[in-house]
């Protein structure tokens, strides 16, 4: 059964998936899903504990030994994201029946959960393969069920909104893809440590810095990198809010993970920083993210917006720690991987307790809600601020891992950008917090009440994962720093 | 008692957030809600002198908790300079607290229970940052002082009180994370420490351009010591209930800053790597011109809480430049300083406070002939005057009398001039007010149908903090002790 384990995170919940069609109702789906979130969150602490004494697992697929059969890869790289996706799944869903009873039609609500379920899957499947063709195979599965998961938000700019992430998220795919097969044309192989060894040989063909650059463009179009980053707002903005925090807190995540995946393990470090201009453009796009995203957040009238704004602005930071090259530098963005994961989740999941009493996330119907849902509201507050980066919240620990990263490398200018950057960050987050507190409520709105507990609960359970992990940093940041160390090769 | 002194310096950070819980809890009795405040303050300040008695006795009092970032975490010790600022912070809340009941309670302020949470939750930070052992520690406490006073300053809920916070929590928070932040993370980085260590933490083989680089980044990150160009938040804070002011921009706040640029200097830098450095001459300067402009938009304010606000900003001034000086008498006097200061200024916010409260008036040019019906505030307000200004029979005598030996002893007469001048600017601009006050001369004197003096409990505290500058000035020994004690820490000494 221990032996499984790898393939039983990724099976469970596909199996899970056409169940739910047999439950009918949305309630006892919802426990259903709840619970093949639970059992994967708890294969995910199993696995990562096997990770950290034995070191990466290799699964193979029905006895067939790589490069022939299909590999599962299991390395702490791997088993730190299947923590990240699992409990935030998990804490997420707690929240999902109260929020979709608001936002999504009954009759549509079980198809949510399978939809809700395969993209899980799907994110899972990518992190744990070590089979290229396999990782497009998943991230179809996870895109176009986000894709539809999108569309069944009430707003009717929803489905333009799908429309667009699916057109965009299509094209970076099929670069994807495209990236994948000139490799496969190469060397024959689509095993990802066979593909390790066999592409030095052929590094310096024209066919493999295409493939190369192919699967960056691709990769960068997932993970919203400035300026590819156009579908995101829309699509966080108009998702039912359930969709937008498991999104937030994962998609862009396991995009990340590709990224770092496929420069670090299948091409080497290298190749990857030295093919192209990787190192610079990542740099300079990351930066110019920050600063562009975070600007453009200020500006926003619809706080799902502003903080899908500001998400791409911490994609920035994650590409700029990246960008730096060293273990310092991919240990900041792995920490900020999770960090971030915990606060946008915190954000959006309370934004939903807004779109549940109020019926909109316009700034202008935050009047007063300071005094109304005086705990949402302090969520928010405590999210934002681990946002800017105040000590005590993990926002902190981020900042501060990435800037010394810069330093170390004696990129000062870029450690006073990082800096710099998240001075944005109070003023977009600020502005929700005058409106809330400052104005007073719009006419009308007097019997509006605190959000329910069961919204409540999982909002308060991340905004305390917010501040315990930036008060006990032991686990995040371990797990981070093993993790980009066993990247960079150096025994721990 | 039995309680170790270790226990004792956890229990001044954690009795007040405790005490804000109860104060939550109880919210809805004021009477009970107001014991829990007051019997928090007087406790932590009872805790306070014990810890002052063990210090005196040579016992080294230091506790660690756990670490926040590997090789990082909160540790807590005692020294002298950061006994001085717990003294006076702890001590000042008491009277700010019996000064508050009265005037919140006249003045029916809204959202007490807010109040008395984060005035607790400040306390608090103030402590932690007094007794902090590191830098990074200091931090901390530092950006949770900033967070919890907001709601103190932004109080009114009024859109001059939203821009007024919007100027605090900018300037404050921006500061502190582009330039405090950096020069943290910039010094953990080359000296590998960010503990607090007589004679400095960095080591003869450091490269001064980048010691230099990261002094300024200090001075100009720690903006609540307002060092312009830095200063706007003081003054725009000045929107807050007039006990915020009196013990925030007074006391904790300010004082916050300016200890912190003492804790650098002495403890990161060391008095000596300070003497070296191309930047430190630079900084005096600025601090200087501070002290001066700042001196002159204070004669310019007729709001008399805007124009306590320039006051102190150039009277933080002093004190950096104490710091900076580098030199014993520059740093006793600084040190001095902020306990001079802040029982002058808190007088004369607790009296701006009463004439608010008593009279309804907040521009000076309306207090002519007040005193005939407030004496013992106008009295009380004239005698911290003199303590700010810096004449005996008060205080202030000793703190800038030190202060100017600093510049002497480092032959510093530009800045000497600028601190003489700067102190004749303040009677200009103090002394006036109380001048008229008592003898309103030809002018339309005040309508004086109606006023009386302030609420008993705010006239208390204003009567002790009074004494205070006076019984300093008689009586300056434990403090010019304590501020001896600083560079007489093995390793410190600048011989």
Request: net charge positive; aromatic share 12%; proline share 4%.
């Amino acid at each position: 059964m221990l032996a499984h384990l790898p393939v039983l995170q990724v099976l469970l919940p596909l199996m899970a998936a056409p169940l739910c069609l047999f439950l009918r109702r949305p309630y006892l789906v919802w426990i259903f899903t709840l619970i093949v979130s639970g059992l994967a969150f708890l294969i995910s602490i199993s696995l990562l504990q096997q990770v950290m004494v034995s070191g990466t697992l290799v699964y193979e697929m029905g006895g067939w030994s790589g490069p022939w059969g299909i590999e599962y890869r299991i390395d702490k790289l791997s088993a730190f994201l299947l923590l990240i996706i699992t409990a935030m799944s998990t804490v997420i869903l707690l929240a999902a029946q109260t929020s979709i009873q608001k936002e999504i039609p009954e009759n549509r609500q079980i198809y949510f959960y399978i939809l809700y379920l395969f993209s899980f899957t799907g994110m899972l499947g990518i992190v744990s393969t070590g089979d290229v063709f396999n990782v497009f195979v998943f991230l179809e599965i996870s895109s176009l069920s986000a894709y539809a998961l999108i569309a069944l938000g009430k707003d009717r700019r929803a489905l333009w909104a799908a429309y667009q992430y699916l057109i965009m998220g299509t094209i970076g795919a099929t670069f994807i893809l495209i990236g994948i097969g000139l490799m496969y044309q190469m060397t024959g192989t689509l095993n990802m440590d066979d593909l390790a060894r066999r592409l030095p040989e052929v590094a310096q063909t024209r066919t493999v810095f295409a493939a190369f650059a192919f699967f960056i463009v691709g990769v960068c179009l997932k993970l919203a990198l400035f300026p590819l980053h156009l579908w995101l707002p829309n699509a966080y903005a108009y998702a039912p809010s359930i969709v937008t925090a498991f999104l937030a807190a994962t998609a862009t995540k396991v995009a990340v993970y590709l990224l770092i995946r496929f420069t670090f393990s299948v091409f080497d470090l290298s190749f990857s920083f030295t093919a192209l201009p990787l190192q610079t453009l990542f740099v300079i796009l990351g930066l110019i993210g920050i600063f562009v995203a975070s600007t453009a957040a200020i500006y926003q009238k619809n706080v799902k917006h502003l903080f899908a704004y500001s998400s791409i602005a911490q994609v920035g930071y994650m590409i700029v720690g990246y960008s730096i090259g060293t273990t310092m530098g991919l240990m900041a963005t792995l920490l900020h991987l999770f960090n971030h994961a915990l606060m946008k989740s915190a954000l959006f999941l309370a934004l939903g307790a807004v779109m549940y009493r109020i019926g909109s996330v316009q700034l202008s119907s935050f009047h007063g809600l300071g005094r109304q849902m005086p705990f949402t509201m302090a969520a928010i507050v405590a999210g934002g601020l681990s946002l800017i980066g105040v000590p005590l919240t993990v926002g902190f620990v981020s900042k501060w891992y990435l800037v010394l990263a810069a330093i170390e490398n004696g990129w000062w200018p870029v450690a006073v950008l990082i800096l710099l950057g998240s001075l944005l960050a109070i003023i977009y987050v600020w502005r929700i917090v005058e409106v809330a507190y400052f104005k007073e409520p719009v006419a009308g709105t007097d019997g509006v009440r605190e959000a329910p507990m069961a919204l409540l609960m999982p909002v308060w359970l991340l905004v305390g994962a917010n501040i315990y992990f930036g008060v006990d940093t032991r686990f995040s940041v371990d797990m981070a720093q093993a993790a980009a160390r066993s990247l960079f090769g150096v025994s721990p | 008692m039995s309680i170790s002194l270790e226990t004792m310096l956890q229990l001044c950070i954690i009795l007040p957030l405790l005490a804000a819980v109860g104060i939550a809890v109880t919210g809805r009795n004021p009477n009970l809600r107001e014991g829990i405040s007051l019997t928090t303050s007087l406790v932590v300040f009872y805790l306070v002198i014990e810890l002052y008695l063990g210090l005196k006795g040579g016992e080294i009092i230091a506790v660690q908790w756990w670490e926040i970032i590997p090789g990082l975490g909160f540790s807590f010790t005692i020294e002298p300079l950061g006994m001085i600022f717990a003294l006076i912070a702890s001590f000042l809340w008491l009277i700010t607290t019996v000064y508050s009941i009265g005037y919140m309670r006249a003045h029916n302020e809204k959202n007490q229970t807010r109040f008395y949470i984060c005035f607790a939750i400040a306390i608090s930070g103030v402590m932690g940052i007094a007794f902090s052992g590191n830098l990074f520690t200091l931090f901390i406490f530092y950006e949770a002082l900033t967070l919890s006073t907001y709601p103190l300053v932004t109080h009114a809920g009024t859109e001059k009180a939203k821009k007024g916070g919007r100027v605090y929590l900018g300037i404050l928070l921006s500061t502190s994370i582009a330039f405090f932040l950096l020069a943290i993370i910039a010094t953990w980085f080359v000296a590998g420490t960010l503990e607090f260590t007589p004679g400095g933490v960095f080591d003869a083989s450091v490269n001064t351009t980048v010691a230099a680089i990261i002094l300024v980044l200090f001075v100009f990150g720690i903006s609540k010591a307002a060092i312009m160009p830095f200063h706007r938040w003081l003054p725009a804070a000045m929107v807050a209930p007039t006990p915020v002011s009196a013990l925030l921009h007074a006391v904790a706040v300010v004082k916050a800053g300016v200890f912190t640029v003492l804790k650098v200097c002495i403890f990161i830098f060391g008095i000596d790597l300070l003497q070296e450095l191309p930047s430190t001459q630079f900084l005096l300067y600025l601090a200087g011109a501070t002290v001066l402009l700042a001196s002159l938009v204070a004669m310019r304010q007729d709001n008399l809480k805007a124009r306590l606000a320039y006051s102190t900003v150039s009277q933080l001034g002093y004190i950096t430049i104490g710091a900076l000086l580098a030199s014993s008498a520059g740093i006793i006097g600084g040190s001095m300083h902020i306990a001079m200061h802040a029982f002058g200024k808190i007088t004369l916010f607790f009296c701006a406070g009463a004439i608010l409260v008593a009279a309804h008036k907040s521009n000076i040019s309306d207090m002519r002939g007040i005193g005939r019906q407030m004496p013992i505030t106008m009295a009380a307000f004239f005698i911290a005057s003199l303590s700010i200004i810096g004449v005996p029979p008060t205080g202030g005598t000793w703190s800038k009398w030190f202060l100017l030996m600093g510049t002497l002893e480092t032959a510093q007469w530009g800045l000497m001039v600028v601190l003489m001048i700067s102190s004749l600017l303040s009677i200009a601009y103090l002394l006036p007010i109380p001048y008229r006050a008592f003898f309103p001369g030809k002018g339309q004197a005040v309508d004086q149908a109606g006023i009386k003096e302030a609420p008993t409990a705010s006239l208390i505290a204003i009567c002790i903090t009074a004494t205070g500058c006076l019984i300093l000035f008689v009586y300056p020994q434990p403090l010019y002790e304590l501020a001896a004690a600083i560079l007489e820490i093995p390793g410190t000494a600048h011989e």
